[in-house]
């Protein structure tokens, strides 16, 4: 692949194509500026700020789920003592790093890709995007795409059908598209959810409102940690960042890996051991049986983490309470259940969940031929069956979805110097082995996983098209692994006046 050098504003032919600015995007582009400093990039973005979920999601409390040390990139350390971040810390972190790796002129803002669709006479993509302001679509041309547009849709959240939410009164929001000025001070809030944003809103908003009830219709497992590494603490000081990031973020790493083989090989101990933690931080007359005792095994579906088990601080404070019902109907002053009680309400919170969207709704295409994800096959948790020159990035369900950014990052960039030293133009995965069989890209039985999986990509049973969530097989897969492989074709651009542009 003919590299060229370009300024730092790009213009509509590139040789990468970034869509979203988000974590993703972001590592993207600085990976690619570093270890390919002569490739020419452009990052399309359709909101007007970088961030991607860090911009959006605006709740009282949203923090990160995963310890900064391995959500922060491998490339630029976490340098706080704050072992889970709140948004706008992390935020910051992004924004410093586009500014130090130099790749705010790179973004092009207001750019909300619609279409790709990809030529083999050619060997490049045409990208079509709608701008703010302008009714005529902007296109782009490049010669490889690589998608960092997650995997949730950003313009709605996942909220069910309740039965007679017009009679209510009060006020319902869903935490994905919150409010900027709402105010909660006194009033009496329910939560409905149990998941990570459930257990992020409810200490958050107890601390003003009246009281916050979290309404689940089953629990999920929480862990409390700590809100700050002491550890990392000691060590940043007597190494230095760089240093101390790379001890503890391989310190964390094994430490996460380590909680999640413990769950899978011994689920009964692990479910033990998760619910008495519980149990120590709560009085000794709440019933934890009903309200923290999971009807699953740990990890078929994410642990939730709390820093310094503020949930169960606010619970112990009675400025929160847990309730595990079904919702029967909303009436005119709250929620009535299908035990008969009712819960008034000033103001619902909805925390259902998300609604899952592959790619950020993009349409591909090859040679006039429409793609479904649904029907490709994932290589190496990064490409796809069938679509020549294009990547994305989906992280880790049980680990930092950065880590999994960084080693896709770096396998990418290594495809595209192997593509120069043979002077490939195309690489396209190709899925002939008739031994693997095809499956869910994610095994989680959460809920928003179940709702939404099947329009994903699927996940292969064995060789490179198997999904690993196991960081240590992904580091032998993307980074010390060859690039090539009998599942990778790579041909040259059929058109020569391509070939000499």
């Not at 605006?58 to 789920?65: E, F, M, Q, W």
Request: proline fraction near 5%.
């Amino acid at each position: 692949m003919t590299t060229r050098t370009t300024s730092e504003a790009p213009g509509t032919d590139v040789d990468v194509l970034i869509i979203g600015a988000g974590i993703s995007g972001i590592g993207a582009a600085c990976h690619l500026k570093a270890r390919r400093p002569g490739t020419s990039f452009a990052v399309l973005e359709a909101h007007d700020a970088i961030g991607g979920t860090w911009r959006q999601f605006r709740y009282p409390g949203i923090r990160s789920d995963s310890d900064m040390p391995t959500f922060g990139f491998g490339f630029r350390p976490w340098t706080s003592r704050k072992f889970l971040a709140d948004g706008d810390s992390i935020l910051d972190y992004l924004r410093e790093t586009v500014t130090r790796f130099g790749i705010a002129g790179r973004i092009r803002f207001g750019h909300r890709v619609t279409g790709a669709e990809f030529s083999s006479e050619t060997g490049r993509w045409t990208v079509t995007a709608e701008t703010a302001g302008s009714a005529a679509p902007v296109t782009f041309t490049a010669r490889f795409l690589f998608l960092g547009t997650g995997y949730f849709d950003h313009e709605a959240g996942y909220a069910p059908e309740f039965t007679g939410l017009d009679d209510f009164e009060g006020r319902v929001v869903h935490p994905q598209h919150w409010p900027q000025h709402l105010d909660h001070e006194g009033k009496r809030v329910v939560v409905i959810g149990s998941g990570a944003t459930a257990v992020t809103l409810v200490p958050a908003l107890a601390v003003r409102a009246g009281h916050v009830t979290m309404l689940q219709r089953s629990p999920g497992y929480v862990l409390s940690a700590r809100a700050e590494d002491g550890i990392a603490a000691v060590l940043l000081r007597l190494l230095g960042p760089r240093l101390a990031h790379r001890i503890v973020r391989r310190k964390n790493i094994l430490l996460g890996r380590g909680l999640y083989r413990a769950c899978m090989r011994a689920p009964k101990l692990m479910r033990r051991v998760l619910i008495a933690d519980v149990r120590r931080r709560l009085p000794k007359d709440f019933d934890v049986d009903t309200h923290f005792t999971p009807r699953y095994d740990p990890w078929e579906q994410r642990l939730c983490i709390v820093p310094d088990g503020d949930l169960f601080k606010a619970i112990s404070a009675r400025r929160a309470s847990v309730v595990t019902d079904r919702i029967e109907r909303f009436t005119r002053t709250g929620v009535l259940l299908a035990s008969g009680r009712e819960l008034a309400a000033d103001l619902v919170v909805t925390a259902t969940g998300l609604a899952l969207s592959p790619f950020g709704k993009v349409r591909l295409s090859v040679d006039g031929r429409p793609v479904d994800p649904a029907d490709t096959t994932v290589y190496k948790a990064m490409m796809l069956s069938g679509v020549p020159n294009l990547a994305f990035a989906f992280g880790y369900t049980n680990l930092s979805w950065t880590l999994k950014v960084d080693l896709v990052c770096r396998h990418f960039c290594r495809l595209l110097d192997h593509m120069d030293a043979h002077g490939h133009g195309i690489v396209e995965p190709v899925l002939d082995d008739p031994l693997v069989e095809r499956v869910p890209f994610l095994d989680l039985s959460s809920g928003y996983v179940q709702r939404g999986i099947a329009a994903f990509p699927r996940a292969g049973t064995r060789g490179p098209w198997t999904v690993e969530m196991a960081y240590e097989k992904d580091v032998e897969r993307l980074v010390e692994g060859p690039v090539t492989d009998r599942a990778l074709r790579f041909t040259a651009v059929k058109s020569s006046s391509a070939e000499a542009r």
